[in-house]
């Protein structure tokens, strides 16, 4: 959902699930001594009020302790966007933001302004669309489970890692309640526990169940084998080992014959996808897109050679072209050729604002989209700068990617987590729970989020050539669903937020490597309204080009 506020001071409220970004705007003129913005919170449903918080301080009136936040209204922040993370579903909710004059200590209101905005509920017309937290690397889990490692925390930790992404997969299967109802899903990684209970008892209750997953001889394989005859569900799994990567997500579920949803997204059925890394879950109710899926799915069952795949999937899914008008577009691999590659490069390189996350890192092709100082934005959320390859030419890509950073427009954070513990407040955050990608492992493209026709792409594909021409991949093209956008690009900034500051963080301690590190504490709050709000207006800076967009212009 989206909100305006007008007057001297301007307003414009995103809500998601559980996020509610806002973007804050005023004229130069009126920001002249502005100290930063606090903003009040109130839940409509009980009265529920309380001062949005933050970390920075003003020095002068109170010694900076790290990751003990200070009241807004004390110590505003001083940024012309902010976030709610702590926002719930379907709440509605009145942030009232007040500009902050004055000095520290002494600070006095100035123009204020109200939004009143709903977050969206869980469960959608047509979109339901479910994330776990992706924040095992964060003070909120050292803090919530002190001392404590995922495991020696149990099951509270992992259902506060899952939020609602394990909850509506397992209601997603769980429709599958008797004989009239069939599951057909073709998934990477097979390995959690409770899911596959679940498939089990979907088929004791009579449904027709039929799982498609990786089964050839390599560590994945194997893991899926061993699994699977732990959960006793061999006779309802099928073994695709003709493909160079079986890489779906995906379950369709059908009642009396008919498809009625589809299940799809980045997340596989491990430890690490449902509570390490970032990634969603994302159900569509349309019996024509589920239809399709499950057409691709009878495709996979009788594990076809990789040749004889493309020529099918190409036949039921031709590739697309152009922007697109189609509200929902899927898109299946292999194919022959790279087409649909160069049809995301193409999208992607639209001048229009882009977000997008990267697994594996960005691959050669898609650097260039992010190598332009044009002063569009663009942000990329990336799990690691790059993946293969030698020395030399992980050294080479890392160069690209840090000389596109520099473009004002361009923002971009890599995943990392806090491994210190000598700054005041601060606690050391865990290791990632993965191998491969610890992270962000969602794979989504946000086109002009905030547009009136945003478009967003989101599945199982690393944006790669491979996973177009080699793996079993699906991606989802969304057009025009404010909602989707919406949701998305909530947890983005979330994830993005977060990941940028522990970005922050490491590359002041690789600097300080050789001297006391002890030297570095956190930034407070600016104490001189000139050293931080002109950069807001200074035409083609990196903060006047977020604060236009996000801001609405």
Request: hydrophobic share 40%; net charge neutral; glycine share 8%.
């Amino acid at each position: 959902m989206r909100k305006k506020s007008y007057g001297t001071l301007r307003a414009r409220a995103i809500s998601g699930t559980y996020v509610v970004f806002m973007a804050l705007d005023m004229k130069e003129s009126d920001a002249a001594g502005l100290m930063g913005f606090a903003i009040q919170r109130t839940r409509l449903s009980d009265g529920e009020t309380i001062w949005l918080r933050g970390n920075k301080r003003f020095a002068s009136i109170a010694e900076a302790t790290g990751f003990e936040d200070a009241n807004s209204h004390e110590h505003p922040f001083q940024a012309f966007q902010w976030a709610d993370y702590s926002a719930e579903p379907g709440y509605r909710y009145r942030y009232r933001v007040i500009s902050m004059f004055g000095q520290p200590g002494a600070l006095t209101d100035g123009p204020a302004t109200s939004v009143t905005i709903d977050t969206e509920p869980l469960a959608g017309t047509s979109h339901d669309v479910h994330w776990n937290r992706g924040a095992i690397a964060s003070q909120a889990f050292v803090r919530k489970f002190p001392n404590k490692t995922l495991d020696e925390a149990g099951a509270p930790a992992y259902e506060w890692l899952a939020r609602d992404l394990l909850p509506a997969l397992l209601a997603f299967i769980a429709q599958a309640s008797d004989a009239t109802y069939s599951l057909r899903a073709a998934i990477y990684e097979v390995r959690w526990p409770a899911v596959l209970q679940a498939f089990r008892t979907a088929h004791l209750a009579g449904a027709d169940v039929r799982i498609i997953y990786h089964a050839k001889a390599d560590d994945t394989g194997s893991a899926n084998d061993a699994e699977i005859r732990t959960a006793r569900i061999k006779s309802l799994c099928i073994p695709r080992r003709n493909a160079t990567l079986m890489h779906d997500k995906f379950i369709v579920l059908t009642k009396d014959g008919a498809p009625l949803s589809v299940w799809t997204g980045s997340t596989n059925l491990s430890r690490n996808a449902l509570h390490g890394q970032l990634n969603v879950g994302h159900a569509i109710h349309d019996p024509v897109i589920a239809q399709r899926f499950l057409d691709y799915w009878e495709e996979l069952r009788g594990d076809p050679a990789a040749d004889a795949l493309r020529d099918r999937v190409e036949t039921i899914n031709p590739s697309p072209s152009g922007p697109g008008t189609d509200a929902i577009t899927p898109i299946f691999s292999p194919r022959h050729g790279r087409e649909v590659f160069d049809w995301w490069i193409e999208q992607a390189t639209r001048p229009k604002p882009l977000f997008m996350t990267f697994p594996f890192g960005i691959v050669k092709d898609f650097r260039p989209v992010f190598d332009k100082g044009d002063g569009i934005l663009r942000f990329g959320l990336l799990d690691k700068y790059v993946n293969g390859g030698n020395a030399a030419s992980r050294a080479a890509a890392i160069r690209e990617i840090e000389r596109a950073r520099r473009h004002p427009n361009i923002g971009m954070a890599l995943g990392n987590r806090i491994f210190v513990d000598w700054i005041d407040g601060w606690h050391e955050e865990h290791d990632g729970i993965g191998v491969n990608v610890n992270w962000i492992h969602t794979k989504f493209m946000l086109i002009d989020p905030l547009g009136t026709k945003p478009v967003t792409l989101s599945g199982s594909a690393n944006w790669s050539e491979a996973s177009v021409t080699d793996n079993d991949e699906n991606m989802l093209v969304v057009r025009g669903d404010k909602r989707v956008a919406d949701i998305y690009f909530g947890e983005f900034m979330r994830l993005f937020a977060h990941h940028r500051f522990r970005e922050s963080v490491k590359r002041h301690l690789d600097e300080i490597a050789s001297a006391s590190p002890e030297s570095w504490k956190p930034k407070d709050l600016f104490e001189d309204w000139t050293k931080w709000v002109p950069m807001h207006f200074t035409p083609g800076s990196e903060h006047d080009i977020k604060r236009r967009y996000f801001a609405g212009g």
